[in-house]
């Protein structure tokens, strides 16, 4: 995979030219629900299931048109900067972006660029959801721990690939938001946890990979220690320079690997406080 530079300066602009500091919070977990419920088509998204919806003509022809923008963003943003892992790349074009994403905000969900999903936190570009999910190496039946369930994006790209998706989230808006919307789009089976996710989820341990959507300034070394032997863990670290490690372990040996220069959201709670 080629490195791809995220410039710290051009992130900002994105984020403010998308509203970051100025969006209006997302809806209540209820409305938010309603409203994605009626864009579902009638055979449903997820991979567990979801509810059926009876739509219409209109959804229907809605998710025709952001079907296609799926597509364009695969191929355009995704295969081209060098993702090949093709259970990714289906993952990608099958899980619903635009509805992930604060409503006036569905008709960039799938442009080439983070968007803000309030409480002052973002979705990740699209490439880098699908170049970290590569990184974790799954290939099908794992258990996942994430920590940043966000709106809930990148967990129902891995839930189209692992078996058990647990996901950690701090800002308590977004823990009660993403499984309102994860069940209306069908992931009704992944696990979201309102916490600190510094020291993972250790009743529930050891994991096939972690992956961490906020930047700490260090390797918390609780997640090193639920990773199974194998396991791998996808990780941004650093505060103003970041980077995109990838750790593995084997046995006792632990191996970092520096993948490419990141921006995420800085890591909150215990993350802040082992400065």
Known sequence: MKPVFVPVLLNLLILLQAGLYCSPQFAPA??????????????GVGKAGGPASGAGKTAASEEAKFASLRERMVTEQIVKRGVKDSLVLKAMRKVPRHLFVPEYLRGQAYNDYPLPIGFDQTISQPFIVAAMTELLGLKGGEKVLEIGTGSG??????????????????????????????KAVGYSDITVIYGDGYRGLPK??????????????HVPQPLVDQLKNGGRMVIPVGEEYQE????????????????FPVRFVPMTGEAQKKK
């Open 30 to 43: 209820a409305s938010v629900e309603t409203s994605i419920s009626s864009l579902v088509p009638e055979s």
């Open 204 to 217: 529930e341990a050891p994991f096939d990979a972690i992956i961490v959507t906020a930047a700490p300034g």
């Open 153 to 182: 994006y990148q967990a129902a790209v891995l839930r189209e690939i692992a078996d058990k998706v647990f996901s950690i989230e701090i800002v308590e808006g977004l823990a009660k938001q993403a499984p309102g919307t994860l």
């Open 244 to 259: 995109l490690l990838l750790i593995t372990k084997k046995g006792n040996r632990i191996a970092k690997k520096s993948v």
